[in-house]
């Protein structure tokens, strides 16, 4: 609850104002917290929590696998774009899950009649980085570990993998359903660096040290499950098209579900909930967009996890000006966090974000996260194409609704509910700077979002929201705050300029 916010929107809206970013900005308030002191923590939805309340965009030139795991180990999540078929995206959200090795459920194994040469000659020609194989019989039995240890002590190339090894009966094993923790506690005690699981006389996985430390060192923040692998969610559309996607995608260890269709308050959205909760009541379900309080809610009764808002705002979008409809992004976040008070459904802020101020608004306006589309697309890790400008890189940036991504992908038409006959694009294509890794231009929004906390003196994001206070831009002061009467030489690298 935030008071002054109700009542500064009551005030907006019995004049019939609705408000975007840049109408509004945040009063600053006294404080004893430093930026450094802050934590973003947040919510994507009902039961997957974010360390950075930053999400990727379902689109095809903003999340593939890259970066999804850039974005899950800065804490936030990456949503997979649905323009690929069914066993590819699967496919893109195994490379997530699979990136941070906390448990190998499958691991490469040798067998003990190979020769160390022959080992050492697949690993160069695959490219594996890693030194430590588990040894299997052709029957299936797990017989020992050769390890980078073993491997530095031999200088004779010809010698058997068998006798290099340790085997089975010298190593320290564990139960199949050991924990990353407890993995990690008999590697300390036994000075032992890969525990396998041993189920009876087959391999049941192994835990590796050097991915347990990356983990649990909590290095760079990462989004971690239960296994302490990375998160990610993919975008699976309605109907029969998001049961076929969620059922290959469950398989994998999806975290989350989108539903993403341009108009969320709907009938079918409300089915495809259901019918996705009732047959993976353990996965989290996300669906939009809506920009009403009402629709918000009627998404949350529905069974949303998370709801995601944003008609209209996005960078790419041309949803107001083709079909009239709306709503600034800025009001329709407040309303719709509003009506879900109470209900533990967190509202994601989608589309229209333009720099980190922004994200600092939608947050203290009520969103748990904010879905980033334009500010991400220019990263290394994003998949679209990259064209060289006048000497000068730019990516390749569209919106799932413009008329190439439609061409490209059927789901683009499902989710734009455009007939397959004729074509009334709601998004443009573009092209937006290249720059550079997405672990940079997160940082900088970092930096921004917890100067902003520092302003207000909100050590939480809990405490943004009931401190907040905004106020009315009027033109001249928008102008203001943007560098002024100045010739920029030097952009920095979080602002891009008017
Ligand atoms: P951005 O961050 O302002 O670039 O907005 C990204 C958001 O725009 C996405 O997360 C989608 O919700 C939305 N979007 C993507 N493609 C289209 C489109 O073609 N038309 C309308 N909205 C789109």
Known sequence: MNKELDRFFKKQEELGIMLTYDDVRLRSEHSNVLPADTDPKSRLSKNIAL??????????????????????????????????????????????????????????????????????AKREAKGWRFRSFPVVTAKGEFVGLITGHDFDFITDGDIK???????????????????????????????????????GKKLAGVYVRADLERIMSGKGNHNVDRNGRLRVGAAVGVGDGALLRAAELSKVGCDVFHIDTAHGDSKNVFSTIKELKKKYPKIDVIAGNVSSGDGALRLAKAGADGVLVGQGPGSICTTRIVAGIGVPQVSA??????????????????????????????????????????????????????????????????????????????????????????????????TVPYQGTLRAVLEQYAGGIRQGMG?????????????????????????????????????????SGK
Do not use: W
Not at 186 to 197: D, F, G
């Open 161 to 199: 993998v068998k006798d290099a090894m340790t085997p089975l009966a010298r190593l320290v094993t564990a139960k199949p359903k050991t924990t990353l923790e407890q993995a990690a506690a008999l590697m300390k005690q036994h000075r032992q660096k890969v525990i396998p699981l041993v189920d």
């Open 455 to 495: 302003y207000i003196g909100a050590a939480t994001l809990d405490e943004l929201r009931k401190k907040a206070r905004l106020f009315r831009m009027t033109g001249a002061g928008l102008n203001e705050s943007h560098p002024h009467d100045v010739l920029i030489s030097h952009l920095p690298p979080n602002y």
């Open 51 to 120: 360390n950075f309340p930053v999400v990727s965009a379902a689109m095809d030139t903003v999340t593939t696998a890259s970066t999804a795991i850039a974005m899950a180990e800065f804490g936030g999540i990456g949503i997979l774009h649905r323009g690929l078929s069914v066993e590819r995206q699967a496919e893109e959200a195994a490379r997530v899950k699979h990136y941070l090795n906390g448990l190998i459920p499958d691991p490469i194994t040798v067998s003990p009649d190979e020769t160390v040469a022959a080992v050492l």
């Open 333 to 430: 976040v407040y309303e719709c966090a509003k009506a879900l008070r109470g209900t533990g459904v967190p509202v994601i802020a989608d589309g229209g974000i333009r720099n980190s101020g922004d994200i600092v608004i939608a947050l203290s306006v009520g969103a748990s996260a904010v879905m980033l589309g334009k500010l991400l697309a220019g990263t290394e890790e994003a998949p679209g194409e990259t064209r060289l400008i006048n000497g000068v890189q730019y990516k390749v940036y569209r919106g799932m609704g413009s008329l190439e991504a439609m061409l490209q992908n059927p789901s683009s038409l499902e989710r734009y509910r455009v007939s397959a006959k004729k074509f009334v694009p709601e998004g443009v294509v573009s």
